[in-house]
């Protein structure tokens, strides 16, 4: 008799055992429901620049969020997403839709986002494309320690818009001058002015100027006049621009992950801005033909950022 009640002591032990498990399984959430989140993709035209981004952003998230692609439909039926935007074509696309999903644009200028910034129950941040005019400028400064005149080409009528940079390069003891461009017809008239008064042409990011068909005519007019030009991006470097900063697209996705990040933890974005970090290209043999001895890439960068932080300590009682 007691071995029966010790064998069934024994299987309601086992039973109830059992019971509290599959209880605690059925209660536990998985692992992916309790960190799941999701942020939205909307692409640009280049269908492969669009899956290395997305690769690249996911591995800087993990695995506690998922990133897939962004449709008007899917944003409609989960408001809170935020939108990745890559491109002012994908800016443009999210922005239309209605209500406007909270947006981090990417591979953008100031000018693509100027127009969608202050309207109402709008959320909109960006991580901006272009380098910022005055690093461009005092890479010039630090490749021409001894030039102090900077020329820029700008659209006539866009003059103006310059006024703060001319402002701010005073403070480094940089002396710039816009020369406006009448067409396309007038370009190298008013580079060749450009030339006589700067010790280097700053090139602004406007494809208008600087294009795939005027880089060449410009690069020939200013080396024959022992001139350097800057910026505007990287491209240009590997058509025969001495040098610009530049962000990488890795470096840029790392950015737009902490944006991610802060977004899925309070809701809010950072103002949209230039990456602070950077990297320097250079032509190399654009250098050794107009004999400019320029100094290591990381120096470079060394040398912006130290002038950038003595001017805005200066700023500072």
Known sequence: MTGRLVTLFCLLLVASVLGLSSAARAQAPEPSAQFFRTVLVAGSDNTAFNLRFMDLLQNQLGSRVKVRTYTEAFSLSHPDLLVVALGSNALSQVQQQSPRPATLALMVDENQVAAYLGREHT??????????????????KLILPQGNQVALLVQAGEEARYDPLLEELARFELEARVFPVQGEDALIATLARALSFGDFLLAVPDSAIYNARTIKHILLTAYRRNRIVIGPGRAFVRAGVLASSYTSLETVTAIAAERVRQFLDDGSLAPPGHPE???????????RSLNIPVPDTDELAQGINALLQNDAGSDNP
């Open 277 to 287: 970090r950077f990297e320097i290209d250079v032509n190399r043999q654009v250098a």
């Open 123 to 140: 959320t909109l941040s960006a991580i901006y494309h272009n380098p910022p005019l005055i690093r461009q400028a005092l890479l010039g």
